[in-house]
């Protein structure tokens, strides 16, 4: 069964719009982590935010936001106010004891915003 | 910049050879990750090191090699190189702090195998 699964293989938005990227994962695991990473054109992977599985509040990060539904076990990345720069694959991956504390990976989002 | 550091950025060579892909993590982190990250199959997690030891291992073929050493740089090397290697190998070293472990990727290497 897939641990992460990022339903979106790509989304169009609007410059300004928020947009919102959908992560279910898998695990029967109490402690886990989840994790946002954006992967622009050029290549390179960005770290984005963090969430536990025992914090009590959702991650912000700046614009990004993490809308952390525990029993339905989803973890979208919310990004408010949307800009061009946005335009990248969105990973998002999970820890946990499972995966021996490696991190397992969706296959991506890739978001392109529309001038 | 996430203050991991590879190099080199592309490498081109042929098929069989031998090539050796080096990391240098960001200041005071233990940990090395290298993954690799081709076209059909997405991130794949290869190898952890941690302060020069080997402490997880992933989807690395036998071809493939790695090793961290005391100033906690890191090396893959790659042999008998094959069409399907070609790949964006990347590095990631992390730091534990209150939301865990973090891991910063390098800028990659772009490996084409002719």
């Known amino acids: 069964a897939q641990k992460i699964t990022q339903t979106q293989p790509g989304m169009f938005v609007q410059e300004k719009e928020a947009v919102t990227l959908d992560c279910t994962y898998d695990?029967?695991?109490?402690?886990?982590?989840l994790f946002w990473y954006k992967q622009p054109s050029s290549g390179e992977m960005i770290f984005l935010i963090y969430?536990?599985?025992?914090d009590q509040q959702n991650a912000t990060e700046g614009r990004y936001s993490l809308n952390f539904q525990k029993a339905r076990k989803s973890a979208n990345l919310v990004i408010s106010a949307s800009q061009l720069g946005d335009s990248a694959m969105y990973f998002c991956?999970?820890?946990?004891?499972?995966?021996?504390?490696?991190?397992?990976w969706g296959a991506g989002t890739k978001l392109i915003i529309k001038p | 910049d996430s203050g991991v550091t590879q190099t080199p950025k592309h490498l081109i060579t042929a098929t069989g050879q031998r090539v050796t892909l080096r990391c240098s993590p960001r200041?005071?982190?233990?940990?090395v990750y290298w993954y690799q990250q081709s076209l059909d199959q997405g991130l794949q997690f290869l190898i952890q090191?941690?302060?020069?030891?080997?402490?997880a291992k992933g989807n690395i073929l036998e071809r493939f090699s790695a090793q961290q050493f005391p100033d906690l740089h890191s090396e893959l090397n790659l042999s008998s190189l094959e069409l399907g290697d070609s790949a964006l190998y990347f590095c990631?070293?992390?730091?534990?702090?209150?939301?865990?472990?973090?891991?910063?990727f390098g800028p990659g290497t772009r490996l084409l195998v002719l």
């Open positions: 200041s005071g982190d233990l940990s």
């Open positions: 695990t029967s695991d109490p402690s886990y982590g």
């Open positions: 090191y941690y302060n020069g030891e080997e402490r």
């Open positions: 969430q536990g599985s025992y």
């Open positions: 991956a999970m820890r946990d004891v499972d995966s021996n504390y490696q991190l397992i």
């Open positions: 990631a070293s992390s730091v534990t702090s209150l939301r865990g472990e973090t891991q910063y």
